[in-house]
Each structure stands twice: as structure tokens, then as C-alpha cells.
């Protein structure tokens, strides 16, 4: 699909239909994004369709309609091995989610290849959705999980990343960027070295692949995880992207119909990747959806939204820190349009529905990432969070419902 849209944000914002409605009478100030992207008409009204004319179960009729369900089903496949210029098809493992995608990897790549003693390295930034998986194994298979830690600003430091590396490290899984700090790594950087000792990666991509585009062979990443619902897709699909090498050895994940080859009363013969890793019946409605809001991206062109919300992020980072008492979390150079902050002496639960009835929806807690916010000494922050359809306006009635907020509470 051609990138030859002009970057229109008021187009862009009327082809998402949440935005004709008001909330509490006010304009939507939806910045919520890290949590979960809003969809657009597109996406909805073709998933609707699908379900109307296009549905039956994949993989399995001789029938019209479930020849039309597989056609779509693989054809997301293909949309999404193209995005990320995946070297094949196959290497596009369908699945619930990005948790579900990183527990596959733990289950079927690290519970057969790590053993008592084995060291994987994380960073303290982790969602918690590539930590408790691998705490899994921590406790089964008694592996050691060792920690790269993160500066002041946000960052991490290469030096330190080289010196957790041992003989014993067997798996390094890292996020691509924070879902706290928008803090973006320099994974390509990391990969190679842990490339240089023959250490295989897994990149949490959820929140990289929203604003960055991905080329899985270039970073020649091992694995690369997302989800659908925060890139305009829906809920129920996430990515699982695995070089062949390392799929073709893997266990499955689970078992049932579709991903075996022959079933005996006492043997089975699995199928090859990735049906082997997509027991039961898929998001079949779900891969369509998933399907449409990367051509919808891709119409509009990864690299023009990322320097649209570059711009919001610029003007909201000096809006924000001109509000006394406001701090934000997470200063890195290469961080995104995500921003953490406390807003002194108000608890960010209060901060969050205070502003909610200004129409602004953020997110306040901890972000599933509890390890990072106690390397901050903080129990819970406010998160706002922008995508392709915000505008500087979105930050002026965010920063003025805070200072409104401010007065609340004086
Ligand atoms: C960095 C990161 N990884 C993983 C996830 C988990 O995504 P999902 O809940 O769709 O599995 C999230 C969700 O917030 C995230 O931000």
C-alpha cells in the first residue's frame, strides 16, 4: 500500500468514530494509548462485515465460506510477516496476545533449553508480561534471572549490559520500548552482542511496533512479540514473529486441533510452524482486523506518524515541565510520546479521575511494570500517552485540566 496521503490530523481523528462523541459533554482526550489504541471505522466496519458475510472456521471446510475464513486468515499473515519484513510466512506465529506470545517462548523455547544454573537476562523496565513468565521457569526449572538496571533519566548502559553476559547466559529478553519511561532501546545494538556469543534475543515489541517501524531481519532478532489491540487492531491477536531455526525445534504450547500432523492412540505427530503453535480455533475475525489497521498504517505512513507525535511529544515534554510541582519519570533521549509523571502531593488515582471529567482519559497505577516504578521509589504514576489522531490540542486541555487538578486540591 502506498504512503501517498498528506498527514492530516483531523482527518485522521474523524476516521476513528469514538471521537464524535463526547464524554461528560466534553471533547475526548483519549491518552490512553500505551494501555490500548482506539480503532478506526475501517477496522470496525470490516471486521463487522466479515462476521455478516465472510465467517466460518479456518483451516477446516471444503465450503465456500471457510475456504474465504482461511483465505483472510492467511492473507493477515502475510500483511504481518511483510510488516515486519519477516524472511517468510511461516515465521508469523498467530496468538492471543503478547503475554501469550511470551509465555509460548518461555514454555516452548526456554523450558526445554534452560536448565539448573542457566542465566537469562531482563531489564528492571519489563512489563510484567516478560517477567512472570520467565519467574515460571525461575522456579521450575531453577534458572537464575539477572537484572540490567536503568538510570536516572531511563536508560541503560551498554557496558553494564556486556558485563551481565557469562557462559551462563542462555536468553536475553528485553522490551523494544517502555511502557512506563518510552524510553526505546538500543536493541539492534544489544542483539549483536549477544549474537556475538551466541546468546539467542526475544524483543518485546507491544510498544516499539506502534511508532517505530520493525525490520525483524535487519535487528535479525530471534523473536519479536506484539499485540494487536494497541496498533488500531482489535483485542484477542498478537504476534509471535520466531526465526525458523528456532520454531522448527520448539515444543508446542498447547495441544488440541490444528496443530498436529497425525493422532494415534499412542503417538502424535506434530505439525510444522505455525500451526504447531495454534491449537484450536484462532482469532479468525480478529486477524482480519489486525490485517486492516496495518494497511490503515501503512496508508498513512509509519514515518509521518511518528514525527506527527514526535512534534506532540516535544510540545507536551515542555507544556508538562512548565507545571509546578510535576515531575516526569523517564527523560531518556530516545524516549517516545509516553509520558510517566507524579504531580506532588495528589495521588495519581486522584489526578487520573479528577481529569476524567474534563473529558481526558489517562491511565494511573503501576503499569504492570512494578520492578521499574520501586527502582523509582514510586508506588504509582499518571501515564498519558498519544497516538497518530492526537493533537497539540489534546496537550493543552491535558496540561490545563492538571493545573485545574492543582486547584482542586490547594
Ligand atoms: C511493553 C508491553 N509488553 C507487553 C504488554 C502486554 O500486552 P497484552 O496485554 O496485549 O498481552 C504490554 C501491555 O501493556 C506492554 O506495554
Known amino acids: 500500500m502506498s504512503n501517498s496521503r498528506e498527514y492530516d490530523v483531523s482527518l485522521i481523528k474523524s476516521e476513528f468514530p469514538v471521537f464524535s462523541k463526547n464524554i461528560y459533554g466534553k471533547q475526548l482526550v483519549y491518552l490512553d494509548n500505551a494501555a490500548s489504541s482506539q480503532k478506526p471505522n475501517i477496522v470496525i466496519d470490516k471486521m463487522a462485515n466479515a462476521y455478516r458475510y465472510e465467517y466460518a472456521n ?17 492473507d493477515a499473515r502475510k500483511t504481518v510477516a511483510e510488516f515486519i519484513n519477516s524472511n517468510h510466512v511461516n515465521e508469523i506465529v498467530f496468538t492471543k496476545n503478547a503475554t501469550e506470545a511470551l509465555n509460548l517462548v518461555a514454555h516452548s523455547y526456554g523450558g526445554e533449553m534452560l536448565t539448573e544454573g542457566d542465566e537469562i537476562i531482563l531489564t528492571i523496565m ?9 519467574h515460571f521457569l525461575r522456579e521450575k526449572n531453577k534458572i537464575k534471572i539477572k537484572w540490567l538496571s ?27 520500548m517502555s511502557n512506563v519511561l518510552g524510553t526505546v532501546l538500543p536493541i539492534k545494538e544489544m542483539i549483536a552482542i549477544a549474537h556475538d556469543k551466541n546468546i539467542p534475543v526475544v524483543v518485546d515489541g507491544t510498544q ?47 495441544g488440541g486441533g490444528e496443530m498436529i500432523e497425525e493422532v494415534y492412540t499412542d503417538r502424535v505427530v506434530y505439525g510444522k510452524p505455525p500451526q504447531r503453535f495454534e491449537a484450536g480455533t484462532p482469532a479468525i475475525i480478529q486477524s482480519l482486523g489486525l490485517k486492516v489497521a496495518i494497511d490503515y498504517i501503512n496508508t498513512i505512513g509509519q514515518e509521518k506518524i511518528l514525527q506527527h507525535e514526535n512534534l506532540l511529544k516535544d510540545y507536551a515534554e515542555n ?27 495528589i495521588h495519581p488515582h486522584d489526578v487520573s479521575t479528577i481529569i476524567d471529567r474534563s473529558g481526558v482519559a489517562v491511565r494511573a497505577g503501576m503499569h504492570c511494570a512494578e520492578p521499574l516504578l520501586a527502582r523509582y521509589n514510586v508506588q504509582s ?12 490540542e489534546d496537550v493543552d486541555i491535558l496540561c490545563n485540566s492538571l493545573l485545574e487538578c492543582k486547584k482542586f486540591f490547594r
Open 58 to 74: 479456518v483451516h477446516r471446510g471444503l465450503h465456500y465460506l471457510s475456504n474465504k475464513a482461511t483465505e483472510n486468515y492467511e
Open 126 to 134: 519489563e512489563h510484567h508480561s516478560n517477567i512472570v513468565p520467565w
Open 150 to 176: 536503568v538510570n536516572d533519566d531511563g536508560d541503560i548502559d551498554l557496558d553494564e549490559f556486556r558485563s551481565l553476559i557469562t557462559d551462563k547466559t542462555k536468553l536475553i529478553s528485553l522490551t523494544h
Open 208 to 254: 516499539a511496533i506502534v511508532h517505530h517501524k520493525v525490520d525483524v531481519q535487519d535487528l535479525d532478532v530471534d523473536f519479536y512479540v506484539f499485540t494487536g489491540h494497541k496498533l488500531y487492531g482489535p483485542s484477542g491477536i498478537g504476534v509471535l514473529y520466531g526465526k525458523s531455526d528456532y520454531l522448527e525445534k520448539m515444543v508446542p504450547y498447547q
Open 319 to 345: 507544556k508538562l515541565k512548565d507545571i509546578d510541582g510535576l515531575k516526569i519519570i523517564g527523560n531518556s533521549k530516545t524516549k517516545g510520546a509516553i509520558f510517566s509523571f507524579i504531580l506532588e502531593g
Open 381 to 392: 504514576t499518571c501515564r498519558a500517552s498519544f497516538a497518530m489522531y492526537n493533537t497539540i
